[in-house]
């Protein structure tokens, strides 16, 4: 009996192409991955960002994390090895939009550097950019939003990232959004600027 299903599987391309689906929409496929602290930011300017491009043309598409764990990740919890899992397969489903032409919006926490460095590993060049939303603890912390740092602080969360569990911030982020000082259509401007620069999408 074959204990390997794997060796049974195949993956099957068809006859369009990435640059078929790409020219049809005008645009080329990418994920952007949003990261940083609960609170920082990152959902409202992802969101933001798919009304603009929405707006002007681009078929764009958020994957949210919380939207995400009500249904394709529910099995998993916040332990390190969930965490990292919530992620791998969050990619697998940026890489198949991405791969269909869209600009992927992926707004997770992700705290750690090999995960999200496992992410570009599984795109092609070019498909993966970085967006570190910077935001100080005590800045999310006043914010929180879920009130998830409250119920930390009381020990009813025990691995909080930036409480009881580690973010490890990018070190080389291909855009960086200061999630203080500037407004959300201030770094919504700074997403576009970028993608219009960088020939991801063009002027409409």
Known sequence: ???????????????????????VLG?????????????????????AVEQAL???????????GDNVRHGLNGDLGFSEAD???NVR???????????????VLCAFISPYRASRASVR??????EFIEVYVRASLEACEARD??????KARRGEIA???????????????????????ATVEQNVAKVLGFLQETGYITLR
Do not use: C
């Open 27 to 47: 645009q080329r496929g990418a994920t952007l991955w949003f990261t940083g602290l609960s609170g920082s930011g990152k959902s409202t300017i992802a969101h």
């Open 121 to 126: 590993e599984r795109l092609a060049d070019g």
């Open 83 to 85: 965490r990292r899992e």
């Open 89 to 103: 397969r969050v990619s697998e489903v940026a890489r198949l939009f991405t791969d269909a032409g869209l600009l």
């Open 54 to 64: 929405t707006e002007r043309g681009n078929a764009t598409y958020v994957l949210d």
């Open 1 to 23: 009996m074959d204990q390997d299903p794997k060796r049974n599987i195949k993956w099957h391309t068809g006859s369009v192409s990435r640059e078929d689906r790409q020219r």
């Open 159 to 181: 691995d909080m990232t930036g409480i009881g569990a580690p973010y490890e911030a990018p070190e080389n982020p291909e855009l960086l959004l200061d999630a203080e000082a």
């Open 145 to 150: 939003p879920k009130g998830l740092y409250k």
